[in-house]
């Protein structure tokens, strides 16, 4: 059940989870937009915070395979204010 539609699925459409970090306090939360830089959407945030111990805003995200390698540089659409944010490796933190 559902095998015709798995394989007529258009693979550059399929999204991936990534860890995206940002600047300053406001943190993208979850169901907010996610835009390139020319303010196409590519994805969607699924959770976000402010991290207490990175001290940076934080957030998953499902975007677009194709923006979502390490160190691409993405806006998360906070309230209509676009937000820059880095897609991060995961997880966001490891203790040493």
């Not at 943190?27 to 990175?54: C, F, H, M, N, W």
């Not at 659409?77 to 490891?94: C, E, H, N, S």
Request: glycine share 12%; aromatic share 4%; no cysteine.
């Amino acid at each position: 059940v559902g095998r015709s539609a798995l394989e007529a699925r258009d693979e550059s459409g399929d999204r991936v989870l990534v860890g995206l970090a940002g600047e300053g306090r406001r943190a993208a939360r979850a169901g907010y937009a996610v835009k390139d830089a020319a303010g196409t959407e590519v994805g969607i945030v699924t959770s976000g915070i402010l991290s207490p111990t990175l001290g940076h805003p934080i957030a998953l995200a499902y975007v677009e395979a194709s923006q979502a390698e390490v160190d691409t540089e993405l806006n998360a659409d906070v309230r209509g204010k676009l937000l820059p944010m880095t897609v991060v490796d995961l997880p966001f933190y490891t203790r040493s």
